[in-house]
């Protein structure tokens, strides 16, 4: 056997995958018990070590709404509101806490609640960010449960059921440690589900508030796939939960969620869709960078009037109408950055992109449109100006002039 030979054969054998490094697992499992008579939420997340562990979390619980931190097995200590914990390296160890869920939005309204009957509440709150650090190599496999008051029948979460149907599978594809985020809800509650275009709809609300349900689902019958063509493969599952006062009254996305409250048209009078704005969040998760916010929300109202026109729930003059209403809403409007877009300056932003996309059409006749660049977009993520002139550019072939305006500068 020649050296040449005895070389390609040894890295073949370097690169089978009995010789790649293993990916090592543990597990960790939530569970949350809803107290209404306390207007609480106890919380538990037992680690248990696998091939891989977990070997240290760091967490921050601010006292005016976390309170009874506790744990069973490992190390845990304290500084003010930071809370380190070591589990326990050989066998299964819990961290305890306790969650004060109402919680009001300044100006009014709750967006987060919990009654006798029912709760709305977000993951990201019941369990907050942690900063985890685990041997080398290792993901976590997470499940989330819930122990249910007495006479609550349902419970509904971004996540798809566990074989058994007893809970919910924990995964978030860009973290190795799987934390339960996005809307939930629980109780005694109304749920409608379908399968729209390959992904699993849920539509829920308390039992007796006016939620409709089978009218969102017709509707996004028809936005679905005018959202995949326009932005990419969708969620393999979204939950979207509604209630009425003293909920908030307005739309807030989360990871594969959102909340709507149940008197917000599915169309506006002024041709807008909160509704579609919010999936546009969810499905492209498009965040401004500092400064930048503007393009999140620039984005998600154009293609809220965008996409009812090309699903046939908006008409062309409609459509051209709400463009003009943006246009005079946004009419005083001298600079787009800021920390976060307001409403005359989200106005000014959706006609900014109008004219992006017009530019786009003309300079490749018609063959690429803005689609083209929030393809892009979502697979930035975090987007500056740069980052979209960036996109436009790789789309047009040239600088964009429409970007190069006073707006943005």
């Given amino acids: 056997m020649t050296a040449l030979i005895r070389l390609v054969l040894l890295c073949l054998l370097l690169a089978s995958p009995l010789h790649a490094a293993e990916r090592t697992r543990y597990d960790i499992d939530y569970r949350v018990a809803f107290v209404p008579a306390q207007g609480v939420a106890d919380v538990a997340m037992t680690h248990t070590p696998g091939s891989g562990r977990a070997t240290h979390l ?32 050989r066998r299964a160890s819990t961290l305890r806490w306790r969650y004060k869920v109402d919680h009001q939005r300044r100006g009014g309204g709750y967006d987060a609640r919990l009654t006798r009957n029912w709760a709305i509440v977000r993951g990201d709150d019941l369990v907050p960010s942690m900063s985890v650090r685990t041997t080398a190599g290792s993901d976590s496999s997470a499940r989330l449960f819930f122990d249910l008051p007495a006479g609550w029948t349902n419970v509904d979460t971004p996540f798809v059921h566990t074989r058994d149907r007893k809970g919910f599978v924990v995964v978030n594809a860009e973290r190795r440690f799987d934390r339960p985020v996005g809307w939930m809800i629980a109780g005694s509650v109304g749920t ?97 960078a500092e400064g930048d916010d503007w393009i999140a929300e620039g984005s998600a109202e154009f293609y809220s009037i965008t996409l009812l026109n090309r699903a046939g729930l908006l008409s062309d003059q409609r459509r051209d109408r709400a463009f003009e209403w943006m246009q005079n809403h946004g009419r005083n409007v001298r600079t787009l950055t800021g920390a976060r877009s307001w409403g005359p300056q989200t106005a000014r932003a959706v006609g900014l992109f109008r004219e992006l996309d017009r530019e786009i059409r ?9 689609d083209d660049v929030m393809h892009q977009l979502v697979d930035v993520r975090e987007v500056s100006r740069e980052d979209l002139a960036a996109a436009v550019e790789d789309v047009m072939g040239r600088p964009s002039r429409v970007l190069d305006t006073p707006l943005l500068r």
């Avoid at 619980?61 to 390296?89: E, I, K």
């Avoid at 807008?272 to 969040?281: D, Q």
């Fill in 192 to 288: 409608r589900r379908e399968f729209i275009d390959g992904m699993e709809v849920s539509i829920a609300g308390p039992v007796g508030d006016p939620v409709r349900r089978n009218d969102a689902l017709a509707f996004l019958n028809l936005v679905a796939p005018e959202m995949r063509a326009a932005f990419g493969d969708l969620p393999s599952k979204i939950l979207i939960v509604s209630a009425g006062d003293p909920m908030w009254r307005g739309g807030l996305s989360g990871p594969r969620s959102l909340y709507l409250h149940a008197d917000r048209p599915l169309i506006s009078e002024n041709g807008t869709s909160t509704l579609v704005h919010e999936l546009v969040h969810l499905v492209t998760r498009v965040r401004g």
């Fill in 362 to 370: 003309r300079a490749t006749n018609d063959d690429k449109s803005l």
């Fill in 58 to 89: 760091e967490v921050r619980f601010d006292p005016s709404r976390y309170s009874q931190v506790r744990a069973q097995g490992g190390t845990l200590r304290n500084t003010g509101d930071r809370w380190t914990w070591v589990p326990d390296p």
